[in-house]
């Protein structure tokens, strides 16, 4: 879909496009790294119920499942007037200015490690994969994810450094669908764009 998405974005027949979901148990690996962070074999994976996929984003392993909210965004940064750096850093303003504002949790983006981390323990992960000035892939949010199910890798490949979930710092965390049309609408103000529908889609397998 996130291919198709773009591809018609480059055509320009549609406008910047943002999906917001949850996956199953998925680990994905970078398009050029990540069986290296994995702790155990796929097939063991499998056997946990956790399936292991190939990206073509940038970055290392990372993780997803229940409770995490998955953003994809399918934006012209040449017409929205961004470099990939600012834009990416742009997103991580969005969830930063969300856990504070809405939960007071006190959160930074770092460079160096791109992601928002709430002291050593990344929070929100990014991965993009841009063709042709426009973007795919996008951000990972933990709202109430599980967290152990991240010993099963090394996240984004970055020993010595921790995996956050918003339900560690509030009581009653939102939950996916809820916090989904606040951070559309946090991120189309970023990019000056207007939400023209938000639509929940029919689940598919």
Known sequence: MQRDLRERRIA????????????????????LRGEESLRAPQSSLEEQGITVVRSDRGG???LHAPGQLVGYLIV??????????????????????????????????????????VENNKI??????????????????????????FDWIVPCGLQGKGVASLAQFVENPPSCEE??????????????????????????A
């Open 124 to 149: 929100v992960a990014f991965g993009f994969h841009l063709k042709r000035d426009v973007t795919m892939h996008g951000f990972a949010m933990n709202l109430s994810t599980d967290l152990p199910l």
């Open 60 to 62: 290392d392993a990372t």
């Open 76 to 117: 012209n940064l040449h017409q929205r007037k961004f470099t990939l750096p600012r834009f990416v850093e742009s997103m991580a303003d969005v969830m930063i200015q969300f856990l504070r504002e809405r939960y007071g949790v006190v959160a930074r983006y770092d460079s160096d490690y791109p992601g928002v981390w």
């Open 179 to 204: 916090a989904a049309p606040i951070i559309a609408e946090g991120i189309a103000e970023r990019l000056g764009a207007v939400t023209r529908t938000f639509q929940r889609p029919e689940h598919t």
């Open 12 to 31: 320009g027949e549609i406008p910047d496009t943002l999906l917001l979901l949850e996956h199953p148990p998925t680990i994905t690996l970078g398009r």
